[in-house]
């Protein structure tokens, strides 16, 4: 069997979707992957989000020692894809390393989530399962 490919997740402020992906990767791909996640901005002052902790919790991942950097932080040629999840990451990425290594996944904000705790707690665990089901079939199959 092949190693996975290096994969860059990156989002707006490295601070959800990214980190959570990159969790995930790690968890299914085994400790030969080649992963790590960045934003376009990596805004220290809004991590952790408990709300993240707590999904990723729920599933075995602790995420709590995540630093949030940016595109600038990395070296993106160590990178075999650059995976976005939100449309400024997106551009950024394909500023970066062209449109042959930058991959769009469109990926639901779950902070615009309003309503009670677990209204809000299952936007991310619907976001947490969609880019598992997503890293399942399009990287690792």
């Not at 934003?39 to 991590?47: F, K, R, S, T, Y």
């Not at 995420?63 to 040629?77: M, P």
């Not at 996944?105 to 309503?115: K, Q």
């Not at 598992?132 to 399009?138: G, N, P, S």
Request: aromatic fraction near 6%.
């Amino acid at each position: 069997m092949k190693p996975p490919p290096a994969i860059l997740f990156a989002c707006g402020l490295n601070r959800i979707r990214s980190p959570m992906a990159a969790a995930l990767m790690r968890r299914m791909a085994g400790p030969e992957a080649r992963v790590d996640s960045c934003g376009v901005v990596a805004d220290l002052d809004l991590w952790p989000d408990p709300f993240a902790e707590a999904v990723m919790i729920e599933i075995g991942l602790d995420v709590s020692g995540h630093a949030a950097k940016t595109f600038e932080n990395l070296d993106l040629e160590a990178f075999d894809r650059v995976i976005s999840l939100s449309a400024e990451a997106h551009q950024r990425a394909v500023d970066r390393v062209g449109e042959a290594r930058a991959e769009f996944w469109p990926t639901a904000d779950p902070t615009l989530a309003s309503g009670s705790r677990e209204t809000i707690l299952n936007a991310y665990r619907a976001v947490r399962d969609e880019l598992a089901v997503r890293i399942r079939e399009r990287i690792l199959d």
